[in-house]
């Protein structure tokens, strides 16, 4: 069967206007040219769509349901060829990215704003997912790009990656807490309190052991969970003592907590990560753009961030654009 975009067009215009002249002026055709479209759709069907008489043009029985499934069909592409020429713009259209939940909740909160102010017509979709997950979808092209942190260098042959900041860990205790007494805390410091911190899926188990092994720690029993409130609620109730990464980039552990930065220094790199030799999409890649700011421009988004003296902590600068085994 060799049917055609334009006849189908034709026909749906003709069945909505019951007029061959109507639709030839549609399409800026002759009446003729439109009568010959016609027949050979017809032709190829092998259907007669419709009664013609010399006052009107009716749609038979076939041609009437022939009409409204082409016209759902062909509303259907023009959505979708707009779709796609939106998703080109730069500007529109849908961009998903995963990322890890606990970054969803303080970093990529503020990357979401920024693109929210830049591209007002941009949606921007967050999959919360475990780092191994992220990895995976970005790997099987089912989200534009990824946010995940480690503490190992970042090695995938499939996957590009760009550091967006590196953050010391800190511990967080109560500001009456014998260690607040400190401007920083050795590592060693921390043997006779319980720890608590963030689960594997942050990067931050791997920089404990890393820690641990470098300052000849014997390693304590964890409490690890998934987010920074129920570390920050656990040392509230002094359960412990919390060790968390501390920056603008992620979520702060509380007001009525202090941070002190854990020496000498481990940090956790935070990661955008995107296929490997293939470009992204222009709204895509506006977006990255957009989540690899400095981390100034976060804290003008979020309303500032707290100064060193309200947190206890250093402030930390983003290294630029900096990349990790580009090819």
């Not at 003729?32 to 749609?59: G, I, N, Y």
């Not at 949606?123 to 503490?151: K, P, Y």
């Not at 720690?217 to 501390?246: C, D, N, T, W």
Request: glycine residues 6%.
């Amino acid at each position: 069967m060799n049917v055609s975009l334009q006849q189908l067009k034709v026909f749906v215009a003709v069945a909505r206007e019951r007029s061959f002249t109507r639709a030839a002026r549609e399409f800026d055709l002759t009446q003729s040219a439109v009568s010959r479209c016609v027949r050979e759709l017809e032709d190829a069907v092998e259907l007669k769509l419709f009664d013609r008489t010399t006052r009107q043009v009716e749609l038979t029985n076939a041609g009437a349901s022939l009409a409204r499934r082409i016209g759902r069909l062909l509303d259907e592409i023009e959505s979708t060829l707009l779709e796609e020429r939106a998703a080109y713009d730069g500007h529109t259209g849908v961009v998903v990215l995963a990322s890890n939940p606990v970054l969803s909740s303080g970093w990529v909160a503020q990357a979401l704003a920024r693109c929210a102010a830049a591209y007002p017509e941009l949606t921007v979709s967050v999959r919360d997912q475990t780092q191994t997950g992220v990895l995976a979808s970005v790997e099987q092209g089912e989200v534009d790009f990824g946010v995940v942190s480690t503490a190992d260098p970042f090695d995938n042959d499939l996957l590009y990656a760009q550091v967006i900041c590196t953050t010391p860990l800190h511990v967080v205790i109560p500001p009456a807490h014998p260690l607040a007494r400190h401007a920083s805390v050795a590592w060693r410091a921390l043997h006779e309190w319980a720890l608590i911190t963030l689960n594997a899926d942050t990067g931050v188990r791997v920089a404990l052991e890393l820690a641990f092994s470098a300052n000849e720690l014997k390693r304590r029993p964890l409490q690890e969970v998934g987010h920074i409130a129920a570390v920050s609620r656990m040392v509230e109730l002094g359960l412990g003592v919390g060790v968390l990464p501390v920056d603008a980039h992620w979520p702060s552990p509380g007001a009525s907590l202090t941070s002190r930065p854990l020496v000498p220094e481990v940090s956790v790199a935070t990661l955008l990560v995107q296929r490997r030799n293939r470009s992204l999409r222009p709204n895509a890649a506006a977006a990255w753009t957009q989540f690899a700011a400095p981390a100034s421009a976060f804290a003008q988004v979020a309303g500032g961030a707290p100064s060193a003296s309200q947190s206890g902590t250093r402030p930390v600068v983003a290294p630029s654009r900096t990349v990790l085994h580009e090819t």
